[in-house]
């Protein structure tokens, strides 16, 4: 008897694997569950079990009834879903020549100011170069002036990659390579996509774009860099905001220049999205130190230029009205539609 139910048991696997549609599941029912099935056969032979033996073999009968429900329900769901939604298919079919109606998608806020403003660039003169995400620690930091014992090389501050490579910190991880590529007459811009190991808050993200900006040529200097500063803000905001300059400290210029833009959430009172201060830092710069152009391969002594690093997002902020920079990677379709632009 043991032998049987163990045959059944298989012979019923093997039979419900090739079912394949509502037809063929019911007879599989009938066949086994039937009242002249295969089990209620079984259980006329369970009458002629000796007596020490019926408990045993009475479990593992009970045990192949429950698993062949179990089966044939299952069974049975997976083909009602499927013949509803080729019901559903066949009721309405799809168009494919159709346009595409409206609401389908639009682009991210960010991917909408940062075209605008790369424009702003483009009218300026400016090419535009993309960096990478994965960068050696040389682009990142060596090649950029950043000591060894820097603090931003800490583990705390620098996502690091098991093979010694980094998450970029910064887009001037790309100033190397771009100095590189076009040499002492340059004038390129480049956006991207940075990492850093923060703590979240309304003005801080651990991933978050700047866009980072170099100039260089014969005799580039301080009264250009502060023209170009205005000039650039004139075109990206369209209006004047109100803005401040102080010095600043970065390893790869010298003289550095922090530009802070009032902040339009609290009109310079203090909030969370300026973290209190009245002001968003915006835009630090300054004139590229030597020590980054000669690891470029160009001479310092007859070349000069600046460099600035857009913080992307809170620009995006400040023209958006978003007061909450972590808006911006939720993916949260509420938001995303308020900002409709047709792809
Ligand atoms: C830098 O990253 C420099 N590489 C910028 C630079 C380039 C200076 C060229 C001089 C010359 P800083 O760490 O301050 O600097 O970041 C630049 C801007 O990115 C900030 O002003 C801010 O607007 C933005 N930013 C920095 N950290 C975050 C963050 N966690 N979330 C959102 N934006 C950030």
């Known amino acids: 008897m043991k032998q ?9 696997d093997e039979n419900v694997a090739k079912v394949d549609s509502a037809e063929g599941l019911e007879n599989l029912r009938l066949e086994y569950m ?7 056969l079984l ?7 000796k007596d020490e033996a019926k408990k045993e073999i009475g ?3 009970n045990a192949l009834k429950n698993k062949i429900e179990t089966k044939i329900s299952e069974f049975k769901e997976k083909i009602t879903d499927k013949l509803n939604e080729k019901e ?16 389908v998608g639009s682009l991210h806020p960010r991917t909408i100011i940062l075209k605008e403003v790369e424009d702003v660039f483009v009218s300026m003169g400016f090419n535009v170069e993309d960096g990478y995400e994965i960068e050696t620690e040389y682009n990142n930091f060596d090649a950029v002036n950043v000591p060894a014992n820097h603090p931003a090389r800490d583990m705390q501050d620098t996502f690091w990659l098991d093979n010694g490579e980094l998450l970029k910190t910064h887009t001037s991880a790309a100033q190397n390579r771009i100095l590189r590529k076009y040499g002492p007459h340059c004038k390129v811009i480049f956006p991207g996509r940075c990492f850093r190991n923060e703590s979240l808050d309304a003005g801080h993200e651990n991933t978050f774009f700047q866009m980072e900006g170099i100039v260089v040529s014969e005799n580039v200097s301080v009264s250009n860099l502060i023209y170009f500063m205005k000039e650039m803000l004139k075109g ?3 209006k004047d905001i109100e803005v401040r300059l102080r010095p600043g400290f970065f390893p790869f210029t010298e003289p550095s220049f922090e530009l802070d833009a009032s902040c339009a959430f609290c009109g310079g009172k203090g909030c969370p999205s300026c973290g209190g201060s009245g002001w968003i830092e915006l835009c630090p710069c300054g004139m590229i130190h030597p020590n980054v152009l000669r690891n470029a391969g160009i ?3 007859k070349y000069t230029g600046f460099a600035f690093g857009l913080g992307a997002d809170r620009l995006v902020m400040l023209k958006t009205g978003l007061n909450d920079i972590r808006h911006l990677n939720s993916g949260n379709v509420k938001l995303l539609k308020q900002f409709k632009t047709k792809i």
């Open 4 to 12: 049987k139910i163990e045959e059944l048991n298989k012979e019923f």
């Open 34 to 40: 039937g009242k002249k099935g295969k089990v209620a």
């Open 299 to 301: 001479d310092p002594e």
């Open 43 to 49: 259980m006329q032979d369970f009458k002629n079990v």
């Open 59 to 61: 479990m593992l009968v």
């Open 88 to 103: 559903e298919f066949n009721a309405k079919p799809i168009d494919f020549s159709l346009p595409v109606s409206d609401g």
């Open 236 to 238: 990206v905001f369209k």
